[in-house]
């Protein structure tokens, strides 16, 4: 291995015809770039879309209003069932499991818009009545101000946090919103903060241009009653999402005399069973580039081989004759594989530094943007980890190998007097 003179023939036979020995290495070195930069893509792709949910707690779900299918105790079917703001409270009094319990009420229901006003602009925008715990559940975090809080909720202040969005539309550029009043429905709220949020698509759109009021103050300014919109539960970290889901509308059902069986009474959103889809997914993306990547890489080493069947092919009279003088078969075939590792090594290494430089250069991730218009949040800081570079550099060994074993075969066959024939 370390024998100098084995290197100087190497270097002699590869740069002999360094136009082919250059096309040999280009398909190695793609091959391995492929990798690298597809490795670099699915990363950068699962952490956009992962910082999406970064405050969006794992293990939350959420309930609405339903229909029931199933008569039950004297009730006939066909009944709204709509969440009432105790529900909340019995969930988190009555199920251990449960960490959490919100009640959310949306002026004008789930997705509505209503008229806000402020001097002589009026624009739609949704409107939410929320506690001050919704904060640690969602995605959502203060670019100004603070967000509402217990003495607003104790004291039925007519507080506001609106959405960035909301704030373009409202203020002009550069105009400080905080303390500033505007009109929802003809009742006054007085601005107390900016919010954003990590989230993407059209959830990002829906943050971006809500405003957020205190529950307590919105029931009163805007007659809401008892009823909410929908209950935001979380559970704790080692609670089964799925079973704590089930516990939470099988409590439900009880508390307001609907069929157990009837599961069609409260509409629900399982945010594990979204969690687990995208870690499966990403899974799944993560096996196709390896799948790919391994694909390049057996086509450069199968180009690799081919060549070196040609090198071997021109050293008829050399090997002849080596072996005629005493040469043992493994010095011939150690040599020939020690050239097509040296060749796939040295390829294949550089391939890999050059995608790790243009994926850590940033230059891939301007890339993307820069065809998304700057405006995609869902691809964030590519990178290639420790792991992937040394599985990268193993195969990288093994394919040279495996693409100098048959070249070194035929050299070992070719028998003395053969080779002293040829010309």
């Keep these: ?109 789930f997705g509505g818009a209503n008229r806000v006003v402020r001097g002589a602009i009026s624009e739609a925008f949704p409107v939410s009545g929320d506690m001050p715990g919704i904060y640690d559940v969602y995605s959502i975090f203060m670019k100004q101000g ?47 903060g900016v919010s954003s949020t990590n ?24 007659n809401s009653g008892q009823k909410i919109s929908y209950i935001v539960v979380t559970g704790y970290d080692d609670a089964n999402a799925e079973k704590l889901l089930d ?30 889809s995208i870690n499966l997914l990403f ?9 790919v990547g391994i694909g390049t890489l057996i086509a450069g080493a199968v180009g690799v081989s081919n060549i070196m069947l040609i090198v071997v092919s021109e050293r008829t009279q050399e090997f002849g004759v080596r ?19 040296f060749l796939t090594t040295v390829a294949g290494i550089l391939g890999f530094i050059v995608g790790a430089l243009f994926i850590e250069s940033g230059a891939m991730e301007k890339l993307i943007h820069h065809f998304s218009d700057g405006q995609s949040k869902i691809f964030l800081n590519p990178a290639v980890n420790f792991k992937v570079a040394f599985s990268a550099i193993l195969m990288i060994v093994f394919f040279g190998a495996l693409s100098g074993l048959l070249p070194a075969r035929r050299a070992i066959k070719i028998r003395p007097v053969d080779a002293l024939r040829s010309e």
């Design 146 to 192: 603070r967000f509402i809080n217990q003495g607003d909720m104790n004291e039925y202040r007519k507080v506001a946090v609106i959405g960035e969005r909301v704030k373009e539309v409202l203020f002009q550029e550069g105009e400080d919103p905080i303390g500033q009043m505007i009109s929802i429905k003809g009742i006054y709220f007085k601005i107390i």
């Design 283 to 291: 899974m799944s993306i993560g096996i196709l580039i390896w799948i």
């Design 199 to 222: 989230s993407t698509g059209s959830r990002s759109e829906r943050d971006l241009e809500t405003i957020y009021v205190p529950i307590s103050t919105f029931q009163k300014a805007f």
């Design 247 to 276: 516990d939470c509308l099988t409590t439900l059902r009880f508390k307001n005399s609907i069929h157990p069986e009837d599961t069609f009474a409260y509409g629900y959103f399982n945010m594990a069973k979204t969690f687990s």
């Design 1 to 109: 291995m370390f024998d100098i003179d084995k290197w100087t023939e190497i270097y002699h036979v590869l740069s002999k015809n360094r136009l082919r020995t250059f096309l040999t290495g280009f398909g190695v070195f793609s091959g391995v770039f492929t990798l690298i930069i597809l490795l670099g893509t699915g990363d950068g792709f699962e952490k956009g879309v992962k910082q999406g949910f970064s405050r969006v707690a794992s293990n939350s779900f959420f309930i609405w209003k339903g229909k029931t299918t199933m008569a039950y105790k004297g009730f006939a079917p066909g009944r709204t069932i709509t969440p009432k703001i105790s529900d909340p409270v019995t969930l988190k009094q009555r199920i251990p499991e449960v960490k959490t319990a919100y009640p959310r009420v949306s002026l004008g229901g």
């Design 323 to 341: 072996r005629a003088i005493g040469a043992k078969p493994w010095s011939i075939k150690s040599q020939v594989i020690l050239e097509s590792i």
